[in-house]
T-cell receptor
Framework: GQQLNQSPQSMFIQEGEDVSMNCTSS?????WLWYKQDPGEGPVLLIA???AGELTSNGRLTAQFGITRKDSFLNISASIPSDVGIYFC???????????WGAGTKLIIKP | DSGVTQTPKHLITATGQRVTLRCSPR?????VYWYQQSLDQGLQFLIQ???????AKGNILERFSAQQFPDLHSELNLSSLELGDSALYFC???????????FGQGTRLTVV
């Protein structure tokens, strides 16, 4: 089925580094969502974006809804060990349409 | 705690068998979604129900079926199980008019 292009697929970073990941789509969306999944757990919603150009923060996490409505970015500042996991983006036109999911970005912190 | 409850947490069964996974959505949520996640893979959307009616269908095999009951809980039935059906199965729910889906802890199905 349709998928978003999420990159990078995985990231190896040092503790304290900033992290950036993004999602792009060939279709426009009216909502972008970012989730984090810990191993063996269900995805947890981190940030929801509803408006083109919107920039929203949740602690050390900041996400942006691209102006073209076809992309979104997630930044994590000063990464810590508990940031390890898989980050998923998801987009939708509205609540009447199903969410379209990215393949995930796996974040690994180098010891 | 997302408020979405899935049972059982783990399930081990043999090939050819049939199992039922259960999901209780967050209080008041009318939409229920089922996803499959194989090892180190992304989330594959299976099916969505809204207030008892099927609303959207994804990559759901004919051997799989689901339903949503009047009390809004949902069940995913998997039959003629194959080794490749081993995966995490997630249920999620969302409120009327909202896109955000809240996920349960998942059921880990192992087919041996």
């Amino acid at each position: 089925g349709q998928q978003l292009n999420q990159s990078p697929q995985s990231m190896f970073i040092q503790e304290g580094e900033d992290v950036s990941m993004n999602c792009t789509s060939s279709s426009i969306f009216n909502t972008w969502l970012w989730y984090k999944q810990d191993p063996g757990e269900g995805p947890v919603l981190l940030i929801a974006l509803y408006k083109a150009g919107e920039l929203t923060s949740n602690g050390r996490l900041t996400a942006q809804f691209g102006i073209t409505r076809k992309d979104s970015f997630l930044n994590i500042s000063a990464s810590i060990p508990s940031d390890v996991g898989i980050y998923f983006c998801a987009g939708s036109l509205d609540s009447n349409y199903q969410l379209i999911w990215g393949a995930g970005t796996k974040l690994i912190i180098k010891p | 705690d997302s408020g979405v409850t899935q049972t059982p947490k783990h399930l081990i069964t043999a090939t050819g068998q049939r199992v039922t996974l259960r999901c209780s959505p967050r209080s008041g949520d009318l939409s229920v979604y089922w996803y499959q996640q194989s090892l180190d893979q992304g989330l594959q959307f299976l099916i969505q129900y809204y207030n008892g009616e099927e609303r959207a269908k994804g990559n759901i095999l004919e051997r799989f079926s689901a339903q949503q009951f009047p009390d809004l809980h949902s069940e995913l039935n998997l039959s003629s199980l194959e080794l490749g059906d081993s995966a995490l199965y997630f249920c999620a729910s969302s409120a009327e008019g909202w896109t955000e889906a809240f996920f349960g802890q998942g059921t880990r199905l192992t087919v041996v």
